[in-house]
């Protein structure tokens, strides 16, 4: 269901992240990509596709915990870009404030979402609810949410109130 939201010749940003990493078996048939990301695991995968993209990494510090790399030097190469769209995944959804995570840095994550004209944030249905203590992208932030079918009613009015687009993928989309 993201993937459908990419266009041949846009430039998009890639976040770290096993969801995130998703995305990259349905981006093969895309002509003319850049993709931007700070994680080594999703830089190797993007070189496997064809037609391969063209690949811009962030560099940086390399952050162990995260897998990806980060600090300013990362942010200084984003901006120096802009982006069709951001592909982000999350920790966790707290339904009041935004996308929320475990690590502490989260200042690349705020700058990613600066560059790019269309935020997508990519989560698991479980992981609407849970509150983490450092919030990552507030809903103004936030333009579009994709997850699976196994939100409540309550939490699909509650995230369809916040202004943004909320897609339901289902496990037959492609």
Do not use: C
């Not at 990419?6 to 048939?29: M, W």
């Not at 993709?35 to 962030?58: C, G, K, Q, Y």
């Not at 162990?64 to 069709?84: M, P, T």
């Not at 502490?104 to 990519?122: D, F, K, N, Q, Y």
């Amino acid at each position: 269901a993201a993937a459908g939201r990419v266009r041949d010749h846009n430039r998009i940003i890639i976040d770290s992240g096993s969801t995130t990493a998703a995305l990259l078996g349905e981006l093969g048939q895309k002509h003319g990509l850049v993709v931007m990301t700070n994680s080594l695991n999703i830089a190797n995968a993007l070189r496997e596709l064809e037609p391969e993209p063209t690949l811009l990494m962030t560099g940086g510090t390399w952050d162990a915990s995260s897998e990806s790399f980060q600090g300013q030097v990362a942010e200084q190469v984003l901006r120096s870009y802009d982006f069709d769209q951001l592909f982000i995944g999350a920790d966790g959804i707290d339904i009041e404030r935004g996308t929320t995570t475990f690590n502490e840095l989260t200042g690349l994550s705020r700058v990613m979402a600066e560059v790019a004209r269309e935020v997508v944030v990519m989560v698991e249905s479980d992981k609407i609810g849970r509150k983490i203590p450092n919030l990552e992208l507030p809903w103004s932030a936030i333009h579009t949410l994709v997850t699976d079918g196994g939100l409540t009613k309550e939490q699909q009015q509650q995230l369809e109130h916040k202004g943004i687009n909320l897609i339901i993928a289902t496990d037959t989309e492609e």
